[in-house]
DNA sequence: AGCGTTTTTTGATGTAGGTCAATGCACAGC
DNA sequence: GCTGTGCATTGACCTACATCAAAAAACGCT
């Protein structure tokens, strides 16, 4: 049950099979549909995911009540709305579940309780923060540098799949453009 | 002489003295000059910087050969081109002297070795990347949900000494717009 | 299968901010 | 003090993308 995680874990740092046991214990399964929130703004995220199946995304709504998707995760990932789960305040983001989705849930209380328990979980933790650091540094860089057509193409590139596998409405949002333009690219 | 670097780090993660002591013993003094480098892109940054007096800014230069200023540091505070210096890869980014500036320098062989040598180190760096990572994650916010005077006008309430600080040029690739733009939108 | 809702596409129009160019200004070097 | 080089300002024009609107297609529910 626990395989497609522990494989997860041990590619980001190296713990050995009795690490992996007692990390892995504090996973408990959790189902979404299509469409669920797991969090919504205002809430304190508390929970850490791991996604064995399906699609779950990180968005926020503006003044204008635009969506903005800043980070999809598909199986096999993990994330959470990292900035909330950090400072244990409010959330200006919601957790969307964009298909159904089956995932492992470790609560922020066992999370950090893991810094102390096992000395690698703080350097798996600095790991996972330098991803979520250099993941949004590219996405600067997108946005400074490159015109619609470029972003998309550049993802087109790098992560087909991810545009296959979701709508133009999400997709417009992840790339910040509207999707009326969107639209309009994929047709060039 | 590292009174103020002792300052910061007790701020950012609670050492004590000792612990103090032995972390500043790794820091070096370092002077440069207005204008010159210390990371030029394609170099591999293996410095983490503490500035004592002065002002630094990472940057980087697109295709088009615009500079695009990601951070901006001035005394006392920390950093690094944190990419580069996390991947041990060669930076996209430089690290340019904005004031002739002063600083305490940590190379990174003595900064991993902390990691060992002191648990709360590897918090403080936990902190140190959770605090970049929402950074990188309100500049985001800032450059998909605002207008060019919205972003000028929130770095006026939040921030106002660094406009004064900087230069034109270099405030408007801060913002990302044209020093023509951001001349104007000053004007208004 | 059929119907309402949401998503996608296409067209017409608007606009923030970029681009290009010219002028004025400030300060570092001699 | 003068001079050159880069910085700031202003104006005219342009373009990528947003906005608004309406039709067409796809999806999900009973």
């Known amino acids: 049950m626990f395989n497609q995680l522990k494989g997860l874990l041990k590619y980001i740092t190296d713990f050995d099979e009795q690490q992996l046991t007692e990390i892995t214990k504090h996973f408990k399964p959790k189902s979404v549909k299509k469409n669920a ?3 919504s703004q205002g809430q304190v995220c508390t929970e850490f995911y791991f996604i064995e199946k399906g699609c779950i995304r990180t968005y926020f709504i503006d003044k204008e009540g635009n969506e903005k998707t800043r980070y999809v995760m598909c199986n096999p990932s993990i994330g959470t709305a990292l900035t909330s789960f950090i400072s244990k305040k409010p959330s200006f983001e919601f957790i969307e579940a964009l298909e159904d989705t089956e995932l492992l ?11 102390n328990q096992i000395t690698q979980w703080k350097v798996f933790y600095q790991r996972v923060l330098e991803m979520a650091y250099s993941f949004q540094n590219k996405k600067i860089e997108g ?13 087109l590139k790098e992560n087909p799949a991810l545009i296959q596998r ?3 409405k999400i997709l417009a949002s992840y790339l910040d453009v509207r999707q009326e333009t969107l639209s309009r690219l994929k047709s060039k």
């Open 143 to 155: 946005l400074v540098t490159l015109t619609a057509k470029q972003r998309y193409d550049l993802l």
């Open 37 to 39: 929130l797991l969090l």
């Open 166 to 168: 979701l709508s133009n």
């Open 105 to 115: 849930v470790i609560s922020h209380a066992d999370f950090y309780k893991l810094n």
